[in-house]
């Protein structure tokens, strides 16, 4: 299928819960296309070249590098961006456990780290400290020293209990 | 006063020493940050560069005529086209002996290293940009590459710049007392060489400028600068296009703005005469013989003192900078020059390609240090040669010149060095241009503890005690340091030393030492002190950069509006020093209100005061705080006394809690801060302007001093891989009263991670030919979360006799971290290290597990 330059491609999917669709240049990033056509800049760009993690989205669940994943690949796929994370302004115990622990500094490599954390506890409810810093090791950051955002996972945990472990 | 007490969270009634959550919080982890990628403003033309791929060559021709007719390409300018319409970077700060080339945002004639910027495409969109440049094509002619501080020192190098002597840009000396004299009678002289190798700054989020062009022409500039007003005058000054005596004639007409210039000359002159006249003007003198900027010093002076429209420039939230975004960059002056050009509103994003090639480079430096000791240890006498490699452009406003002056004062550290001699070279090579990174003069430290060590190798000394013996003590204050700087109580550096020493003493090394080698690793034990002016005595930068001072000013506005509600204008530009919320704790403490009553505001140069440095060395705290504190102060006292005339009280008996501004003993007949706004904007009787307005301008004389710590690194280096693993860091730090705990805690540990990564795992690698090899994340190694440790760290917190005696905290641990990493290695080894960067293959290499290549 030989697409003319110029040419653009419709798309759909939910994003944070919302059916969106979108059409635009085929060979933009899923990064791009959610910062820029749907207006979602949570998510962010640090490296473009899938190593930083900053980029990281959920796609059917599963942590993704929105900058390696072309927009289009994105059809029926349901994701999740930093942005849906708090309900009504409330923040999820992912962000209210790094905000007790005051994990970040900058912050600018957030929301890669919250996506991964989320996806983190899904599958593994209660890792060890070893394990979280295995399983973050995606995500670079060049403010904290990971200390204070390994804490944040571990509050995460705690919120997550209290809340009844829903 | 010398209180020093192990620093317990205080839970009293100020917020100022409490772990406050941050304020940032609320939006940056909701993903509703305002970084500049975000702005996107209505119709923004997307701007690439077209960098040159080598390293060292003649431009000869550029063709963009095929670019141009790219659909979606609105402009496409080459370097001559865009250098045409503004003027070079001049040097602001010049050393005697040293030529500083004056330079523009773009290249026409020769690209001087890999990644300089040859052309420039505006289009719909980054993709689009990207695209033309590859139709643009350019005849490059190859020069001989000087991509080495060696190469660039032989003369028959090709030259980077024709009217530079050579590729030397700098050679300079500097003696303190008679060192010849010391060194003959001391009993032993040791000498060494170390090098360091080029790390670059990488905050996770690159540089990024946005230019809105209004209706009226004004320019609205969105950046990631640590110091917007920093861009809002160098973007003014070269921007300035009529001839000089055209703009002086125009100002000459402006009858009040000619009055009030006068008048603000006059003050500027009276407050600083003194400064002024104590300026070395031989870096002046020796630059104008070379290449005299004053035409154009003239010409911009000129169109400033004409101009009716300044740029404003906004610095909304930021990712990071560790200084490479304290600098006014050539992209982003190119990107303003082609947005006016093309008459059009236009953004640069840069990505980390570009980054890694320009975003800003430091620590490539050599030392070769001596060191004159007696048999029992004394220090004599300290010598440095010191060699920087320079890169190809210089960083505008603050580069080498500053960092060698600071290397020059910190050398001889918190230690009794009665002489001491310092002579300085700078290279120009085919790289990237050198800028601060977190404590740029931090190496300084490192050669220095390297020396310290391997004189207490050679004598047989502990070096835990030769370092006691030597370092400055409580009961020798004030005194001064060899290189000038007063030092005073706040230079408490022995008091961690000898903490770090308890705590090392402590420690069961047999065991620990045994263990290591029962799993085939060897223990190393480091340790390194150093002292930072943060915000240091009245002298430090007299001693640096002599009636420089003024440039370390900082001015704040403290606004209660007419409904009572305070705003705090800072100049600061945060960038992940969580302002917002340790000055609000300042703040809301001198109001004697909650923190959510109090609003701080920065990022915007239309609101904000002027500030040089902006965030950047260390002086977030100190005088970004203090400024904070004290026009808050100010403020207060205001409402205190018009509050006294509505309450029929005297001022002394009016006290604020939460709000409350009652007589001292009758909270019930209380008033609020909204009652006393609205009867002071009745008494002024004009409709608009706040009730009460403070501005204040602050430098920290006399009040904080230094800042200080000792570093301890435990490290295990396993001899079959080389691989270092780090199972105890230590830091005993004291830089005074803390406003935030855990803020603090973050700033050391980042600073420790930087250094981790410096030593063992990021270099920034050109080869011989100057061509750089580690251009993406998969070869400059940022490390993750398993290559930083867990971080204990001990407040120490000496008390200054000064009122505002916060003390900087920010760089700290960049600084101590590499001369107790390479010495922990060293004392691991049992070889001393005299490179920095000590990746696998080196340590294996010292160990003569492998040999050298």
Same mark, same amino acid.
């Given at each position: 299928?030989?697409?003319e ?29 959610l ?7 949570g998510?962010?760009?640090g490296c473009?070249?899938?190593v &930083?993690?900053? &980029? ?10 929105s900058?390696l ?6 059809d029926?796929k ?11 302004g409330v923040?999820?115990?992912v962000?209210?456990? @790094?905000?007790?622990?005051m994990?970040?500094?900058c ?10 954390t989320?996806?983190?506890l899904?599958?593994n409810?209660n ?12 995500n ?11 804490d944040?996972?571990?509050?995460s ?5 209290q809340?009844?472990?829903? | ?5 192990e620093?317990?969270?205080t839970?009293?009634?100020g917020?100022?020493?409490q772990?406050?959550?941050r304020v ?15 702005r %996107?403003p209505?119709?923004?033309?997307h701007?690439?560069?077209l960098?040159?791929?080598?390293p060292h ?6 063709? !963009?005529?095929?670019?141009?007719k790219?659909?979606g ?5 080459t370097?001559?086209e ?6 070079p970077?001049i040097?602001?700060i010049?050393?005697?002996? @040293?030529?500083?080339?004056?330079f523009?945002?773009?290249t ?8 300089d910027p040859?052309?420039? $495409?505006?289009a ?8 033309a ?5 350019v005849?490059?002619t ?7 501080m ?10 980077l ?5 050579g ?6 000396s500097?003696?303190?007392g ?14 060494e060489?170390?090098? &360091?190798?080029?790390?670059t ?5 690159a540089r990024g ?12 500039i969105t ?9 809002k ?6 921007t ?6 055209r703009?002086f ?8 703005r000619r009055?009030?210039?006068?008048a ?5 002159l009276k ?5 002024i ?5 031989s870096?002046q ?11 154009h ?14 740029? !404003?420039?906004?610095?909304? =939230? ?6 490479s975004?304290?600098?006014v960059?050539?992209?982003?002056m190119?990107?303003i ?5 093309a008459?059009?509103?236009?953004q ?5 390609v570009?980054?890694?090639?320009d ?5 490539e430096e050599?030392?070769?240090m ?8 004394t ?5 440095c040669?010191?060699?920087l ?18 290397i020059?004062?910190?050398?001889p550290?918190?230690y009794?060095f009665?002489?001491?001699e ?15 990174y977190?404590?740029p ?6 050669a220095?503890e390297?020396i ?6 050679k004598?047989g000394?502990?070096?835990?005690? %030769?370092r ?6 409580a009961?020798?204050?004030?005194t001064k340091?060899?290189t000038?700087?007063?030092l005073?109580v706040?230079m408490?550096c022995k008091?961690t ?15 620990m ?16 002190s150093?002292h ?10 007299d001693?640096?950069t002599?009636?420089n ?7 704040a ?8 509600? #305070? ?7 945060p ?7 340790t ?14 009553d109090?609003e701080?505001?920065w990022?915007?140069?239309d ?7 902006g ?8 005088i ?7 026009s ?6 205001q409402v205190?006394e ?15 809690e939460n709000?409350? #501004?009652? $007589?001292?003993?009758v ?5 609020s801060?909204?009652d006393v706004a ?6 002024k009787?004009s409709?608009?302007?706040p009730?009460f ?14 800042s ?8 295990e280096v =396993?001899? =079959? ?9 230590l830091?005993?730090e ?26 063992l795992y ?10 750089p ?18 971080? =204990?760290?001990?407040?120490l ?8 005696d ?6 700290g641990?960049?600084?101590?971290a590499?001369?107790? %990493?390479?010495s922990?290695?060293?004392d691991?080894?049992g070889?001393?290290?005299?490179d920095m ?6 340590? %294996? ?5 492998i040999?050298p290549?």
């Amino acid at each position: 299928m030989k697409i003319e330059v110029g040419s653009e491609i419709e798309v759909s999917f939910t994003l944070n819960g919302e059916a969106r669709s979108a059409s635009f240049d085929p060979r933009r990033s899923l990064a791009d296309v959610l910062r820029e056509d749907c207006g979602q800049t949570g998510t962010h760009l640090g490296c473009e070249h899938g190593v &930083c993690g900053a &980029c990281t989205v959920l796609v059917d669940g599963a942590p993704s590098r929105s900058c390696l994943m072309l927009g289009a690949m994105a059809d029926g796929k349901d994701i999740t961006t930093v942005e849906g994370l708090a309900t009504d302004g409330v923040f999820n115990h992912v962000q209210q456990g @790094m905000w007790d622990a005051m994990s970040f500094q900058c912050a600018f490599c957030s929301p890669g780290f919250l996506m991964s954390t989320m996806a983190l506890l899904e599958e593994n409810p209660n890792p060890s400290e070893e394990e979280i810093r295995e399983e973050l090791s995606g995500n670079l950051c060049r403010c904290t020293g990971y200390q204070s955002i390994v804490d944040g996972v571990m509050a995460s945990i705690e919120n997550l209990k209290q809340q009844g472990g829903e | 006063m010398t209180a020093t007490e192990e620093h317990v969270q205080t839970s009293g009634l100020g917020f100022v020493g409490q772990s406050v959550k941050r304020v940032e919080d609320e939006w940056l982890l909701a993903g509703q940050g305002d970084f500049v990628a975000d702005r %996107l403003p209505e119709g923004v033309a997307h701007a690439a560069f077209l960098r040159s791929p080598f390293p060292h060559a003649t431009i000869d021709s550029i063709d !963009t005529s095929a670019a141009k007719k790219l659909p979606g390409v609105i402009a496409v300018y080459t370097g001559a086209e865009v250098n045409a319409n503004t003027n070079p970077f001049i040097p602001l700060i010049m050393l005697p002996d @040293m030529y500083t080339p004056l330079f523009m945002p773009m290249t026409e004639d020769k690209a001087r290293f890999v990644g300089d910027p040859v052309a420039i $495409v505006l289009a719909e969109s980054r993709y689009i940009a990207e695209d033309a440049l590859e139709l643009i094509e350019v005849d490059y002619t190859d020069l001989e590459p000087v991509a080495t501080m060696s190469q660039a020192r032989n003369p028959n190098s090709p030259q980077l710049w024709d009217k530079a002597d050579g590729n030397v840009l700098h050679d300079g000396s500097k003696v303190y007392g008679d060192v010849d004299a010391a060194f003959a009678k001391a009993d032993h002289v040791f000498t060494e060489t170390f090098s &360091c190798h080029r790390v670059t700054n990488q905050p996770m989020e690159a540089r990024g400028t946005v230019v809105e062009i209004g209706q009226d022409g004004h320019l609205t500039i969105t950046s990631t600068s640590q110091a917007p007003h920093a861009v809002k005058w160098a973007v003014a000054a070269m921007t300035v296009t009529e001839k000089a005596g055209r703009n002086f004639r125009k100002f000459w007409r402006m009858k009040e703005r000619r009055a009030n210039f006068k008048a603000a000359r006059k003050a500027f002159l009276k407050e600083h005469m003194p400064a002024i006249r104590s300026q070395d003007r031989s870096g002046q003198k020796h630059q104008n013989k070379r290449e005299n900027p004053t035409k154009h010093q003239l010409k911009m002076a000129m169109g400033l003192l004409a101009s009716e429209d300044f740029p !404003t420039v906004r610095a909304g =939230d930021i990712g990071g900078g560790f200084g490479s975004k304290g600098s006014v960059h050539r992209e982003e002056m190119a990107l303003i020059v082609a947005s006016k050009m093309a008459n059009r509103s236009a953004q640069w994003i840069e990505d980390r390609v570009e980054n890694l090639l320009d975003g800003g480079q430091a620590r490539e430096e050599e030392f070769t240090m001596s060191i004159a000791i007696d048999d029992d240890g004394t220090f004599r006498g300290l010598k440095c040669h010191f060699d920087l490699d320079y890169g190809a452009y210089p960083s505008f406003p603050i580069g080498g010149a500053l960092t060698q002056g600071m290397i020059r004062v910190y050398m001889p550290g918190p230690y009794r060095f009665p002489v001491f001699e310092f002579t300085s070279r700078m290279m120009a090579t085919n790289k990237g241009k050198q800028l601060p990174y977190r404590g740029p003069w931090a190496n300084e430290t490192w050669a220095r503890e390297r020396i310290i060590d391997i004189a207490a190798e050679k004598l047989g000394m502990d070096p835990l005690e %030769l370092r006691q013996k030597n370092m400055y003590a409580a009961e020798d204050f004030p005194t001064k340091m060899v290189t000038g700087p007063t030092l005073d109580v706040t230079m408490s550096c022995k008091g961690t030393l000898d903490r770090a020493v308890e705590e090392v003493r402590g420690l069961d090394l047999d065991a620990m030492r045994a263990d290591a080698e029962s799993r085939g690793k060897k223990l190393g034990v480091g340790l390194a002190s150093y002292h930072e002016a943060a915000p240091g005595p009245p002298d430090f930068l007299d001693s640096v950069t002599p009636g420089n001072g003024m440039l370390a000013n900082e001015e704040a506005r403290a606004v209660i509006e007419r409904d009572g509600s #305070i705003k705090m204008y800072t100049s600061q530009s945060p960038h992940g020093q969580s302002h917002a919320t340790t000055y609000a704790q300042v703040v809301a403490d001198e109001f004697g209100v909650a923190m959510d009553d109090v609003e701080i505001v920065w990022g915007n140069t239309d609101t904000s005061r002027f500030s040089f440095i902006g965030t950047g060395g260390s002086r977030g705290g100190p005088i970004g705080g203090g400024v904070m504190k004290y026009s808050a102060r100010e403020a207060r006292e205001q409402v205190n006394e018009l509050a006294a005339e509505m309450l029929e009280a005297s001022v002394e008996d009016v006290t604020i809690e939460n709000g409350n #501004i009652h $007589v001292a003993g009758v909270p019930a007949r209380g008033i609020s801060y909204a009652d006393v706004a609205a009867e002071a904007a009745k008494r002024k009787g004009s409709a608009d302007g706040p009730a009460f307005e403070v501005v204040r301008d602050y430098r920290g004389h006399g009040d904080g001093g230094w800042s200080v710590a000792t570093h301890v690194a435990v490290v295990e280096v =396993d001899m =079959d891989t080389g691989q270092v693993d780090i199972p105890k860091y230590l830091v005993v730090e004291d830089c005074g009263p803390i406003i935030n705990p855990k803020i603090v805690d973050g700033q050391v540990r980042g600073g420790v991670a930087q250094g981790i990564g410096m030593v063992l795992y990021e270099n920034l690698v050109y080869s011989d030919e100057g061509n750089p090899q580690a251009t993406t994340y998969m070869d400059y190694l940022i490390p993750t979360a398993m290559e930083i440790p867990e971080i =204990d760290i001990i407040h120490l917190e000496t008390h200054s006799p000064g009122e505002n005696d916060f003390r900087g905290v920010g760089e700290g641990g960049m600084i101590g971290a590499p001369a107790a %990493l390479t010495s922990a290695v060293s004392d691991a080894l049992g070889v001393q290290a005299t490179d920095m960067y000590l990746p696998p293959t080196k340590i %294996l290499e010292m160990a003569g597990v492998i040999d050298p290549d």
